[in-house]
């Protein structure tokens, strides 16, 4: 054990960063940012609570408790942790069925999970996760939030609305006699604040402002709508103290199901956090010590009575843009909202029912990623059954089973393309095309000229690999080639990370060219959009033509060059 942890691998990032020295400035610019993603986190803390089918300040203790221990734990340098949309529908699920004691214990399960994920080094594997899986239940949650907002959104009142999908709707339409046009009004003003008022200043969440002006208006004018208060109660000003329910061992093995669902939920959102993360700031997170974080945060989290946490993408890069670049802006964040539930958890509870309805609404739009749904549709035949698989099974039926059968089935097309991709050739001096072996055109590439070769299908196993092996390089060339010949299929995954390394490329001033790409995959280039990141001018079929057109290239910037000189 004491060989694991003395690995770099299990060391926290904040204990690096300390180690190295955290700059004054920085300090500042960290200490700003979790101002601003405190107050970002603070209605979304209540919405997802709320949504999930538990009181307010169970939000607010998960964004608290578990924000602190993810953030000086965890892996990555900006991430951010709490309660997400993601876990809406499987809390939902288990708190209806179990209670909230069953929740409590599912997701003090969960954590010792998501430990011994990170343990077993699984880490680097989730990154594996095949991306219409992802798409397809991510889009899947999206518009189940959407759908379970409804009845605030338009102030039906409805007390009882069953869980099922089609059900909910049945009884929408059943009952939109009971519309609340103030409740619609709020709503409808709450959505255009919050995708509208960063046109004004970006300083300032419109959540908040629309939570501000709503809150007002509701109890200054006397506005007849539901409110925290009107359901729920008033919401505590200090955090419970620590405890676990009871439980027998039928209701134990009825939750580790439940459990696993949201440990692999739970893992893969917050390692997809930190990957995006790692592009904004050109850092790199060690995966393995934030799931361990992860771990440690939802057992904290189940002890102190509150619900599942991973790290939020939508804040983690708010934190980003606003400059923070150390663990130091998610403590500030989570300190601040501690502040907040302290001071203010009385006024809380006037927030009306429809604005908070109206937040969530804008959280399953900007979660839906309707335009990758969209992009996949047009590619690969099994990256599309594996989207809409996964999607139709998290809305109609479960999220546990939608994981479990969209995983299965990657599998199975996996082992499918890799049957089909397995081909024995015989290689001699000179290949059968006329082209050269790879060590002799070495010899032909100007300076400044990296040449990159793939042998094999590049499909969801084998993406991430090939992205960091070409983005992890120390020598800046003024162009590359990576040669594609030996590549007989791209899926979605794969063209996600050949899209990425060309834009990471671009942004630095480095050249993309791509050599042997046969027709087939050219048509796979037109259809999975390809071409809106590099022109058709810098993809050749042979070898020859790429390595001229980099000689044209260098050449190009020598003359520059020379230009600026004699200027």
């Known amino acids: 054990m004491s060989k694991i942890f003395s690995n770099k691998e299990f060391i926290p990032k904040f204990f690096s960063l300390i180690k190295e020295g955290i700059s004054k400035e920085q300090f500042t610019k960290d200490l700003g940012s979790g ?8 209605p979304l803390a209540i919405a997802f609570a709320i949504a999930s089918g538990v009181p307010p300040d169970k939000g607010l203790i998960t964004a608290i408790i578990a924000g602190i221990i993810i953030s000086v734990f965890g892996g990555s340098r900006v991430q ?11 809390v939902y699920g288990i708190v209806q069925e179990y209670g909230t004691d069953g929740l409590t214990i599912a997701t003090f399960l969960a954590g010792f999970i998501i430990i011994g994920m990170g343990l077993a080094r699984l880490g680097n594997l989730l990154k594996f996760i095949p991306y219409s899986l992802i798409v397809g239940f991510t889009s899947g949650i999206a518009l189940i939030i959407f759908s379970s907002q409804v009845n605030d959104f338009l102030g039906l009142g409805l007390a009882h609305v069953p869980a099922d999908f089609l059900g909910k709707w049945k009884l929408y339409f059943s009952s939109f006699s009971n519309l609340n046009l ?10 255009l604040i919050t995708l509208y008022f960063k046109k004004i200043t970006r300083k300032i969440p419109g959540s908040v402002v629309a939570i501000l002006l709503s809150t007002l208006a509701v109890a200054l004018f006397h506005i007849p709508v539901d409110t925290i208060e009107s359901n729920f109660g008033d919401i505590p000003n200090h955090l419970a103290l620590p405890s676990v329910p009871h439980v027998d061992f039928d209701t134990l093995k009825s939750l580790i199901q439940p459990a696993f669902a949201i440990a692999l939920l739970g893992a893969i959102e917050s390692l997809l956090s930190a990957v995006v993360s790692d592009g904004m700031i050109g850092g790199k997170h060690r995966s393995n010590m934030e799931l361990i974080a992860q771990g440690g945060a939802n057992i904290a989290s189940a002890i102190f009575g509150g619900i599942p946490a991973t790290g939020a993408i939508a804040r983690t890069a708010t934190n980003v843009k606003n400059g923070g670049r150390t663990p130091i802006a998610g403590i ?9 539930m302290i001071l203010f958890a009385p006024y809380a509870k006037l927030i009306p029912l429809s604005c908070l309805a109206g937040i969530l ?23 599309i059954i594996i989207l809409l ?3 139709f099974l998290t809305v109609f039926f479960d999220l546990v089973i939608a994981i479990e059968i969209g995983i299965v089935l990657s599998s199975f097309m996996f082992m499918k393309r890799m049957s089909e991709s397995v081909n024995v050739q015989t290689i001699t001096y000179e290949g059968a095309n006329g082209e050269y072996l790879f060590d002799n055109e070495l ?3 100007p300076d400044g000229v990296l040449l990159y070769e793939i042998n094999g299908p590049l499909f969801f196993g084998a993406a991430r690999q090939f992205q960091e092996t070409i983005i992890n390089t120390n020598i800046k060339p003024v162009t590359i080639i990576i040669r594609m010949r030996y590549v007989p299929l791209i899926d979605a995954t794969g063209f996600q990370g050949l899209k990425e390394i060309i834009r990471n490329y671009k942004s630095r001033g480095i050249n993309v060219l791509l050599s042997g790409v046969s027709e087939k995959l050219l048509q796979d280039f037109r259809k999975n959009g390809l071409f809106m990141v590099i022109g058709e001018d810098m993809i050749f079929k042979d070898i020859q033509q790429a390595i001229k057109r980099s000689i044209e290239i260098a050449s190009a910037g020598e003359l520059e060059g020379s230009h600026q000189q004699a200027t």
Do not use: C
Not at 182 to 191: D, E, G, K, N, Q
């Open 361 to 383: 609404v804008v959280v399953a739009y900007n979660m839906s990623e309707w335009r990758q749904f969209r992009s996949l549709l047009k590619g690969n035949r099994m990256d």
């Open 35 to 42: 101002l601003i993603v405190g107050i970002v986190a603070l």
């Open 80 to 90: 951010i942790g709490g309660p997400t949309g993601a876990f809406i529908v499987i």
């Open 443 to 445: 010899k032909n590439l």
């Open 389 to 391: 698989t996964t999607f």
């Open 332 to 340: 500030t964040h989570s300190l601040v909202l501690l502040s907040i």
């Open 182 to 191: 103030y409740a619609l009004s709020i709503s409808v003003i709450t959505v």
